[in-house]
């Protein structure tokens, strides 16, 4: 499907000197949840041939690690709900990369054995509430049990360091923080907690009102449990924090507080094959232009991706204005 070439190690850096060894590759915008801070309530989502086959999704993800790439990691949406996943999964689990995935949890409870058998190193598990019923609230559609399954299923698997994401929002989950950290240490599990990204533009979901900060999340933690901070990074923005009697760690995403631009190493390609150069811009360029006029020209897509990391921006510019900056919801632009 691609040729075979030795990894150009710094063949991905950009004009600040930021070498990009991780790439975030959306598989899908559809989901089965519908969570407030994420999408629209009635989303439309994209038409299949908008949409990256899997055997080009395989191809941007060999042409990534050919130049470099050390960890891709498998997006939506929700990337378990996409058809024939799993043979996506199995070809890049033999790149030699590390493969790892962001899930809602939703689809682990039946996919977690063939998800550890195909490659699958770790799994970030969505989990925002340990309310049934707020649960529901927040993610709409959301079954708090099959995601407390799911993530019992991944651990019996064998995964390691699996590790929960939360989005804090104030007024509606901020009062289950040291909850969800008992939770992750019951069951060892690492737990992010991350400022919620302004993405799309949510009608009945106010942002600024809902903005909580890391540091007030960490307050709230350190109410129970001293935290010290480790230089451990896992090569995404999360900055971590160690207790003393526990192996859990707890990490901060703080794109509004703390902004993690200086030594970002990270690019997304949406499903439709955009290659977005950060979270918080538009600059990006079509790949899938790219494979489609130019079919099985390897070399053509890899010297594509090297001149678009000129277009790779110092820093994002969140703000909690009502008008969001940037229109795309974070289903389209990849968890």
Known sequence: MTDN????????????????????????????FRCVY??????????????LTLEELYQLAASFVSLGVRKIRLTGGEPLVRRDVLWLIRQIGQLGCELVITSN???????????REAGVSRINISLDSLNPERFKRLTRTGRLEQVLGGIDAAL???????????????????????????????????ISFIEE???????EHDRAEAYCSSDEVRALIEQRYPLQPTTERTAGPSRYYRMADSDSRIGFISPHSHNF?????????????????????????????????????????RQTIID???????????DLDDEPQIVRFMNMTGG
């Open 5 to 32: 070439v030795a990894p150009k190690e710094d063949a991905l850096v950009d004009k600040f000197g930021r070498r990009v060894d991780y790439v975030r590759l959306s598989v899908t915008d559809r989901c089965d």
């Open 38 to 51: 994420c999408m629209s309530e009635d989303m439309q989502f994209l038409p299949k041939p908008q949409v």
């Open 105 to 115: 949890g939703s689809q682990l409870s039946k996919m977690a054995p063939a998800l």
């Open 156 to 190: 019996d698997a064998g995964f390691e360091r699996l590790k929960l994401n939360a989005v804090v929002l104030k007024g509606r989950n901020d009062d289950e923080v040291l909850d969800l950290v008992d939770f992750a240490r019951d069951r060892g599990l690492d």
């Open 197 to 203: 990204m302004p993405l799309g533009a949510i009608t």
């Open 261 to 301: 631009c200086a030594d970002c190493n990270r690019v997304r390609v949406t499903v439709e094959g955009r290659l977005l150069l950060c979270l918080g811009n538009e600059h990006s360029v079509d790949l899938r232009e790219v494979m489609r006029r130019h079919p099985g020209d390897s070399e053509r897509l």
């Open 308 to 318: 678009a990391m000129d277009l790779k921006p110092e820093r994002h510019w969140f």
